[in-house]
Structures are given as structure tokens and as C-alpha cells.
């Protein structure tokens, strides 16, 4: 296939691909020549790109996301083997081997199980000799002329191949089986399921039109069926006259689904229910596009789907007493078109219990309002590189929920086409960063190097700056590096003197405390309750935050400060304390004070004194 | 012994966009944290981390701020040659 860049035409070509997926403005092919990647002017461009490539080889690609979000489109004729190991998915290609790491456990598991599905079919027609084959063919030319004789007829783990022609016939399947439609099959019933525990692969390019207000492939309405029952359709079109889909359970891989009636794919049972769909574009002029409606907990994947949508209600729902535990998108574009203010758009809950939605690399578009929107609680986790527009009523709603974005969510403007020009907001601009550090090289500071304060001197300064919750004012973290420590200190962990370190460290061992009814200072024991506050030495002390301003307080005796038994302080301003006649620079002043702060500290002539 | 750091603003902030060249291609990325170094002698070193590409750091010598900047760089060291 011939991809159009930002750099020329190039080609991509299948039998030499493992792997690829989608990083920003970029599309990365792992071939079997080395990893080429290929750029585009946007994330919008790349994305088409990848869509179009996936749309002509979506039978034998298999999408995984990872912890990140990003989706790996696995090319499953190179694929050798998979296996998990805990979170982790290993693809053996055989010259490579790829390791995808999952969310958690579930996901890897059933991403490993999806992926093995697709492999089996891929490689179905090559295995054919594996199997005793019963051929179906409306002409009489072959074993059977319907496929419920067919099914009927053969054994446990038989194969049966359904030539083109129409089938207007109901089938229900109750053994392990393998049904491969070959192009120009059409399917006119719908088909059902009544066994327990059977392993049922329908396979190859099928129509499946029923015009009926139940079209029903393994669903409840067949008396019996078991939910357990490992089921793995793939389809060319879906024609329905009401639902897609109808208690089913399984995964379904396949192209198109056209839906008549109000739901599109439905899930409706009173067991629990596990579905995976993947590859399908669907268009639907009714409500509810993906629906649950469960009496027992179940979870619902939806892979590579393009949806648009034109209700007035919602796109994704599920409702009243389902118990759905989780929906997850995986690699979607979903647009409802509805103007309508008010509808609720992509995901409406009435669940009585509280449901986790897992969103991958998936773009929503809503021409309305923008809702997600749950009566009880919903959870977002996003994944990856996501976006949502606010829709043109300026609403992006996530009511009663609680969003967790682990990557990026883009909310933004983007018209109906996914083309028009992005307004950035990955990470609000700073200005002005960093901002002055409060040491920097040179400076002495003191430290709590395993217990011991250390005296130290500062030989580099690093300053980092992001901005995680994209705010205005971002985070900046400054630390420090000293020729006798290799790691850098955070600044929080310095002081500029001994004693505020030793205050940090100690303060309720120097007993130093403000009591807030007498406004009396206490320091290293020596407290006159009666005269007030003493204060024998404050050689060292650090006082910054020490509240003077009550000292005007003149009626209250309590609020003296003492030396030695002279009063220092009393209603008087410290403004016209001086320094001893003996100290007339700053050397002097500092051999006696000893403790100051460099830059809060005014030397006479009005600037900081310094170290 | 200085009394100001000498830290200074970055050139790119977060959360701007720059451009780099990526396999002789410009591709443009978003600033998503800066880390400014200023070593022994003083000297102030400023380097990126892109959105995109995860814990790599790239050297402001290694940003632009438009594509016509990276133009403009290629044809002066043409120049110098």
C-alpha cells in the first residue's frame, strides 16, 4: 500500500510487516527490514493513514494496546506464537519477538485470547487438512444444501465450508465447529447457540442480513444457550433489523454493521457476559449504539470501530439493572452528530453499581453536547493519545464521574471530518521558568547527612520544570549537588544555618513554643511565668515566622521579653535596637552574630549582607 | 561569591512547541519538562525532555522554534563551508 507523507509517497508493505502503531503525527512500521516511521503534517493525517492501512488488511491485523495506551496492530500472519506472563503479552515473529505490557493481568489475558483467535482464523484455510470438511452448497453440487444439515450432520470438531448463495434458514449450533462463509454467502436467519461450553468459530466473509426485529447470533432467545460457550464470529456486513448482536458472548471480528432498529449491538442476557468487537464501522440513525443490558456482571471490548451516530439519545449505554463491570475502547472514533443540547452522548449508566471505563487512543466527537455522563458513578481511565471535542453547545460534562487521565486527553474543536486544525492543549504553556533558585553554587547550606549535620557546599544547581497538572503556574523542583554526596539533595532537605536545621529536626527538643493566650516565647527551658517570657540568648536561634506584634500589648506583662533578667523589649520597636560599638563591619557582625540569613538580612547601607 | 543564582528562563518553556530533526525530517513535538545545570565554573546548560518521546533529553542546540529556524540553520552552516 502507498502512504502519502510529509516526505513523499512511500510504501507499506504487509508481508514484510510485524507490527505498527501510531505515535503522534508519526505511523512506526516494524519490518521485517528494520522499524521505519513514517510522519504526516498531524495526529489527524497519521491516523487516517493508519485507518486506511488497517481497513484494507483488518482480517490478519490484531490490536493490542499497551500500559501507555499506545495500539499495537499486530500483523498476525507473522505471528509464530503468543503467550502471558503475568501482564505481559510475548509475540514470537520468529526473527523477533515483541513484549506488549498490559494494564493489568485481565487485560493481557483476554488481549492474548483475542489475538490467538485471530491467528486460528488467519491460518484456518492453510490447517484445512486438520479437519474432516463437509462442503455446503445451495446448487446441490456438494455434501449439504443447508447449513443447519450441514451442521447437523457432521461431528464433533468438523469443519464446514459454506459456498456463495443465500441461506434463509435458522441455525442453531450445540458442538465444537468451525463455519467458514466464503464471499457471496448470505445468511437470512439468525444464527443461535444452545451448547454448553462449545468452541464455535464462524469464519470468512458472510452477510448476515436479517430483516427481522431480533436478529439474534448466540443470544438468549435460543432456549438454553450457556454464556460460557467460547464463541468467535467473523462477518463481512451485519444487516439487522433491530440488534446486531443479542446475548452474545465471544468475540466478533468483522466490517460492517447496519443497523435498523434503535440498537445496534446489544447485549442482552441474564448470564455474564464477555464481549470483544473488533473491526467494525457502524452507522446508525437510532439510539444506542453499544448497549449493555446484563442482570449479571459483564464487560464489553470494542476495538478499531468507527461509529457515527445520529440519535438523539446516546452512543454507548448501558442501563437500569445491568450490572456491567467494564466497557473498554480500544482505538475508536466515535461521532455523534446529534446538535440537540441535552442528549447524552457516548456513555449514559443507570448502573446501580459502579463501572470502570478503559479508553485507549480513541478519539469522541459530538456535535452536541459532549456527555459523559453516569446517574450513580462512573470511573474514565485514559490511555494514550485521546481527544474529545466539547461539542457545539461548549459542554464537555463528565458528571458524577471521576476521570483518571494517565497520558494525555485532548480536549479540543475538531469538525466532523477529524481534519481541522488541532488547538493544542497537551500541556498549558509556562512562562518565565525557571524561577530563581533559592541557593545556587557556592552557597554554604547544612544537611542531615545519616544523622549528622553537615556543613556543605553547593558545586551544581539542577533545576527541573513540567507541568503535571497543567496549570499556570507548572512545578519546579531545584536540587543540589556537593562534591561530598553523589546524589542531588532536594532543597527541602537544606538549611542556611545549623540551628534551623537542628530546629527542623528538634523542635520539640528545644522546647521552643508559642503559647497563643500569653504570647509568651519559651526557648530551651527558661520560662518566668510570672515576669513573662526570658529570653536568655539568642545567639543562633532562627526565628523567621516569629510573631512580634503583640509585644504592643503593653497591658499584658506576660508579653516581655528578658535578657538575662533586663527587659529588652517592652512596647519598644527592635527598629531602634543597634549594634554593639565594637561591630562597625560586616565581618564583625557576623563573628558575633554568627547566625543570619544572607538575603533577608539588610547591612547598613540598605542591601542584603551576604555570606 | 555570587549573591543571585544565575539560572535563567529557558529558551522553549513547557508546553511549547518546537521542532527537531528526526531522521532528516523536522517533526514537531511539545515541550514537557526542562532541567537547567549549573555546574562549578558557573556555566548554565539547559536541556528537554519532548512529549512523544519519553525520558530522552535533548540539548536546546537540538531545538527550533519553526521549521524555517531549522532552514535557516542548515543554510548558514552551508554557508560556512
Not at chain 1, 277 to 293: C, G, K, L
Not at chain 1, 342 to 357: D, H, P, Y
Request: proline residues 2%; aromatic residues 12%; glycine residues 6%.
Amino acid at each position: 500500500m502507498l502512504i502519502a507523507t510529509i516526505n513523499g509517497v512511500k510504501s507499506a508493505n504487509i508481508d514484510e510487516l510485524f507490527y505498527y502503531y501510531l505515535n503522534r503525527d508519526s505511523i512506526v512500521f516494524n519490518l521485517s527490514t528494520g522499524a521505519e516511521r513514517f510522519y504526516f503534517d498531524n495526529h489527524q493525517s497519521a491516523r487516517k493513514a493508519a485507518d486506511q492501512f488497517f481497513e484494507i488488511y483488518y482480517k490478519q491485523l490484531a490490536c493490542i494496546p499497551d500500559n501507555t495506551g499506545r495500539c499495537y496492530l499486530v500483523n498476525v500472519a507473522k505471528v509464530i506464537s503468543s503467550s502471558v506472563s503475568g501482564k505481559i503479552i510475548i509475540i514470537d515473529f520468529g526473527l523477533i519477538t515483541k513484549s506488549i505490557k498490559s494494564i493489568s493481568e485481565m487485560r493481557s489475558e483476554k488481549d492474548n485470547k483475542y489475538l490467538s483467535k485471530i491467528v486460528f482464523s488467519y491460518n484456518f484455510l492453510s490447517n484445512i487438512g486438520d479437519y474432516d470438511v463437509a462442503y455446503v452448497n445451495p446448487s446441490g453440487a456438494e455434501d449439504y444444501t443447508t447449513i443447519s444439515d450441514a451442521v447437523e450432520g457432521v461431528d464433533e470438531g468438523a469443519a464446514v465450508i459454506i459456498r456463495a448463495g443465500e441461506y434463509d434458514e435458522s441455525i442453531s449450533i450445540a458442538k465444537d465447529l468451525v463455519l467458514y462463509f466464503e464471499e457471496g454467502s448470505k445468511v437470512l436467519r439468525a444464527i443461535g447457540g444452545s451448547s454448553t461450553d462449545s468452541t464455535i468459530y464462524i469464519l470468512g466473509y458472510g452477510d448476515f442480513e436479517n430483516i427481522s426485529t431480533s436478529f439474534s447470533v448466540f443470544g438468549n432467545s435460543v432456549s438454553g444457550v450457556d454464556y460460557n460457550s467460547d464463541v468467535y464470529v467473523e462477518f463481512n456486513t451485519i444487516k439487522s433489523g433491530d440488534k446486531g448482536f443479542w446475548g452474545f458472548t465471544g468475540i466478533a471480528k468483522g466490517f460492517k454493521i447496519i443497523p435498523f432498529g434503535p440498537e445496534s449491538i446489544m447485549l442482552d442476557s441474564d448470564g455474564t457476559v464477555d464481549f470483544d468487537i473488533d473491526a467494525v464501522s457502524i452507522y446508525t440513525e437510532r439510539d444506542n449504539t453499544f448497549i449493555q443490558w446484563s442482570t449479571a456482571p459483564g464487560r464489553c471490548t470494542i476495538r478499531n470501530a468507527f461509529v457515527k451516530c445520529t440519535s438523539t439519545e446516546t452512543n454507548i449505554n448501558s442501563w437500569d439493572a445491568p450490572r456491567m463491570t467494564a466497557y473498554s475502547f480500544i482505538n475508536i472514533r466515535m461521532l455523534n452528530a446529534t446538535e440537540a443540547p441535552g442528549c447524552r452522548n457516548f456513555l449514559n449508566s443507570l448502573c446501580e453499581i459502579n463501572e470502570n471505563v478503559y479508553i485507549y487512543q480513541s478519539m469522541f466527537v459530538a456535535k452536541g453536547d459532549f456527555n459523559f455522563f453516569s446517574d450513580k458513578r462512573l470511573t474514565l481511565f485514559v490511555y494514550g493519545d485521546c481527544y474529545c471535542n466539547k461539542g457545539a453547545n461548549n459542554k464537555f460534562l463528565i458528571g458524577n464521574n471521576i476521570l483518571h487521565v494517565d497520558s494525555e486527553l485532548v480536549v479540543e474543536d475538531v469538525d466532523l471530518d477529524f481534519n481541522s486544525e488541532l488547538i493544542n492543549t497537551f500541556i498549558m504553556p509556562l512562562t518565565n521558568k525557571p524561577i530563581k533558585s533559592k541557593y545556587t553554587v557556592g552557597d554554604t547550606v547544612y544537611y542531615n547527612n545519616k544523622g549528622a549535620i553537615t556543613e556543605l557546599t553547593i558545586n551544581r544547581v539542577v533545576v527541573e520544570v513540567d507541568n503535571p497538572n497543567n496549570d499556570s503556574e507548572g512545578r519546579q523542583v531545584n536540587q543540589y549537588g556537593f562534591e561530598e554526596i553523589n546524589d542531588l539533595v532536594k532543597e527541602s532537605r537544606l538549611f542556611t544555618t545549623k540551628n534551623s536545621l537542628l530546629k527542623n529536626l528538634k523542635g520539640n527538643y528545644l522546647n521552643v513554643q508559642q503559647d497563643d493566650i500569653q504570647h509568651r516565647i519559651v526557648i530551651n527551658s527558661i520560662n518566668s511565668a510570672v515576669s513573662g517570657s526570658t529570653i536568655r540568648d539568642l545567639t543562633g536561634l532562627y526565628l523567621i515566622g516569629f510573631d512580634f506584634t503583640h509585644m504592643d500589648e503593653i497591658d499584658n506583662p506576660d508579653t516581655e521579653f528578658q535578657f538575662d533578667g533586663t527587659v529588652m523589649c517592652d512596647d519598644t520597636s527592635f527598629e531602634d535596637c543597634t549594634l554593639p560599638a565594637a561591630v562597625d563591619t560586616k565581618a564583625e557582625f557576623k563573628a558575633l552574630v554568627k547566625s543570619y540569613d544572607k538575603d533577608t538580612t539588610l547591612w547598613t547601607d540598605g542591601e542584603p549582607i551576604g555570606i | 561569591m555570587k549573591y543571585t543564582g544565575t539560572l535563567s528562563v529557558t529558551t522553549h518553556q513547557v508546553g511549547d512547541t518546537v521542532y527537531i530533526i528526526e531522521n532528516d525530517v523536522p517533526v514537531a513535538a511539545v515541550v514537557s519538562k526542562t532541567k537547567s545545570l549549573v555546574d562549578a565554573d558557573d556555566n548554565e546548560s539547559v536541556q528537554y525532555q519532548l512529549t512523544g518521546y519519553g525520558a530522552k533529553w535533548f540539548y536546546e542546540s537540538e531545538l527550533f522554534e519553526t521549521k524555517e529556524a531549522i532552514k535557516t540553520y542548515f543554510e548558514d552552516k552551508t554557508d560556512d563551508l
